[in-house]
């Protein structure tokens, strides 16, 4: 798709939300199940990111020979990287992966390298600018309004627990699938826990190593990709070096 179409169907798709948001506001009753889908569907589709990695044919060959996964990871706040987002075996000279801003909220007992992140408590679907409570009892409560419009707030009424994040995602075979993104490498105590998603990805290829894996060290010759004020990027990894395409 040519630079010009593509501005043109992120247009299309800013216009379909601003028309969706103004009949809202003008509407006497409450929007029909088939209403709110449309509003659901065209906001999703103006948000959605892409991140398209092309991988040269000699390096295909040698990534494939060597087990080599193609990985994904998600920045939130300022914190390290920590969780392999997705990871794909069966990836091709051609990816897409995208996502849109859909959150699952979780808490977890441990953080630890090398090992697949299982969620300790309930999972909860939250949004940005919204918080849930973690009870007394450990069990977190149904998403409401709540903190900064960019940030998720966990209220922690528990006591110590790692909170977790996990963000849809559609992967190389256009599955979509919920899986995280970040643990608190430290556990938090009682009161308010702030996160901030951020729209920046790091991408790499690596052995051994399944979706969900907390790590805790940097990933050899990964790439870091921006899309907080885009929303498509591409990338060519070409003689064992990533370059902007």
Same mark, same amino acid.
């Given at each position: ?26 509407? $006497? @009753? ?5 209403? +709110? ?18 991988? *040269? ?10 087990? +080599? /996964? ?5 920045? #939130?706040?300022? !914190? ?15 990816? *897409? ?5 859909? +959150? ?45 419009? @960019? *940030?998720?707030?966990? #209220? ?6 790692? $909170?977790? %994040? ?30 901030? $998603?951020? !729209?920046? %990805?790091?991408?790499?290829? !690596? ?16 790439? !870091?990709? *921006? ?13 064992? #070096?990533? /370059?902007? #395409?």
């Amino acid at each position: 798709m040519s630079k010009s179409s593509a501005a043109s169907n992120q247009q299309a798709l800013h216009d379909d939300v601003q028309a969706a948001v103004k009949s809202l506001l003008a509407a $006497p @009753t409450a929007l029909k199940t088939t209403d +709110y889908s449309k509003v659901l569907t065209s906001t999703l589709a103006a948000t959605q990111k892409t991140v398209s990695i092309q991988i *040269d044919s000699a390096d295909l060959t040698t990534l494939k020979q060597n087990g +080599y /996964k193609l990985c994904f990871a998600k920045k #939130v706040g300022t !914190e390290a990287y920590n969780v392999v987002w997705q990871s794909y075996v069966q990836y091709l000279s051609f990816n *897409d992966f995208s996502w849109t801003p859909q +959150y699952q909220l979780f808490g977890t007992n441990q953080f630890q390298a090398n090992v697949q992140v299982r969620a300790s408590t309930n999972t909860v679907n939250i949004g940005l600018g919204q918080q849930s409570t973690l009870d007394s009892s450990g069990l977190l409560g149904a998403a409401v309004s709540g903190g900064a419009d @960019t *940030d998720i707030t966990l #209220v922690n009424n528990y006591g110590a627990i790692h $909170p977790g %994040i996990n963000q849809l995602s559609t992967g190389l075979d256009g599955a979509q699938v919920s899986t995280p993104i970040y643990v608190a490498t430290n556990q938090v105590v009682t009161g308010q826990v702030t996160l901030k $998603p951020v !729209e920046t %990805i790091l991408v790499w290829f !690596e052995q051994n190593v399944q979706t969900s894996t907390m790590f805790s060290t940097s990933r050899s010759n990964a790439i !870091e990709v *921006d899309l907080t004020n885009v929303n498509s990027a591409a990338r060519l990894y070409v003689g064992g #070096v990533w /370059k902007t #395409v």
